[in-house]
């Protein structure tokens, strides 16, 4: 028997960063966001060995242990360890004997929200192998407090939610960890426009989120208001950018993008720096209208709305400067799970 389940990355349109703590506990956050087709994969083989197994597929990289109820954190599968450790506590379970692989087509760093797709993926192997009593909010929170609180791994709330639920969604974020899924009903003609003209380039450079993020945090708790004012106004953004879409008013997304790209980066210093700067102004010099970072911020993925028959020649304009634009479809669907015989 094998157990599979993917989960797709997401691109955040707006709001960006109002999902993370305390931000979001104080004032309340907004995000819109959109999960494409590239996806994180988990394949589970239950096993008699009286060992657990964890593979990254691709980067030959394998940890096997004894098989026991709670498993030390080791360099590398902290992920996978996080997941396996919460499940056996949460449901007491005793320790299980399995080969856990998990694969994902996109680089961690790169702003998609990596990190937390693969912890809902592998989530799902073990709801579908154990048969745990988790509805879609019940695997993102708990995907949120494995990471954020079992791990300690710094970070917001969205990338779980956009991961399992799927599709285009405005997320509002409250006090206690609430939070409020909104799927967004688009026609076909907006859907197919906005993905005509969005364009996904990789930086090929990556970052660690958690130095940017902590810098985030610092600014709230600190009360700087210059950052604190910057995060209000994405969260304005995100009602705006959701707006729009549903009216189909898509010639305003690049001026929404443009005024959320000028407030991202006075959330944290390191949310931008030179090549992303000359990115930007590259594009925008190209014919796109607005763009983001994706993710935290600092490298990664970036992307564009270039309206009409821009996009070309904004791709050409871009790829000169080290990076790669990377194709991509929206999708309606987030976690999947099956079981082959």
């Not at 980067?59 to 242990?65: G, H, I, P, T, W």
């Not at 056996?88 to 937390?116: D, V």
């Not at 209000?232 to 305003?252: D, F, V």
Request: hydrophobic share 40%; with cysteine; net charge neutral.
């Amino acid at each position: 028997m094998i157990i599979r389940s993917k989960a797709p990355l997401r691109i955040g349109l707006a709001g960006g960063g109002t999902d993370v703590s305390p931000y979001s506990d104080i004032y309340g956050g907004a995000i819109l966001n959109a999960t494409i087709n590239l996806y994180a994969y988990a394949s589970l083989e239950p096993t008699t060995s009286n060992k657990i197994e964890f593979v990254i597929d691709g980067q030959e990289k394998k940890l096997s242990v004894d098989s026991k109820r709670e498993l030390a954190l080791a360099e590398g599968f902290e992920l996978f360890i996080g997941v396996y450790n919460r499940i056996i506590k949460q449901f007491n379970l005793p320790a299980q004997s399995f080969k856990l692989t998990s694969y994902i087509e996109a680089p961690q760093g790169s702003g998609l929200g990596t990190s937390s797709t693969i912890v809902v993926s592998l989530l799902g192997a073990f709801v579908e192998w154990l048969k745990l009593p988790l509805g879609k909010y019940d695997i993102a929170h708990l995907a949120f407090e494995i990471e954020r609180i079992d791990l300690k791994m710094a970070g917001g709330k969205q990338d779980q939610y956009a991961a399992t639920f799927g599709g285009i969604n405005y997320l509002e974020f409250f006090g206690n960890d609430k939070v409020i899924v909104n799927p967004l009903s688009l026609k076909p003609t907006i859907l197919n426009e906005l993905e005509h003209n969005l364009l996904l380039y990789f930086t090929a450079t990556q970052r660690l989120s958690a130095n940017i993020i902590n810098e985030q945090v610092k600014n709230v708790n600190d009360k700087n208001t210059k950052s604190v004012d910057a995060m209000h106004n994405l969260k304005e953004q995100a009602l705006h950018m959701k707006e729009a879409l549903l009216q189909g008013n898509l010639n305003k997304l690049g001026e929404i993008l443009h005024f959320g790209w000028h407030n991202k980066k006075q959330m944290a210093n390191s949310i931008s720096n030179n090549l992303i700067d000359t990115i930007y102004d590259a594009a925008i010099s190209s014919g796109a209208t607005g763009g983001k970072i994706s993710g935290a911020g600092g490298g990664g993925f970036m992307f564009f709305y270039c309206p009409a028959v821009t996009k070309l020649k904004v791709a050409a304009a871009i790829n000169q400067l080290g990076g790669n634009t990377q194709a991509f479809k929206f999708t309606n669907d987030g976690l999947v799970t099956w079981t082959i015989e």
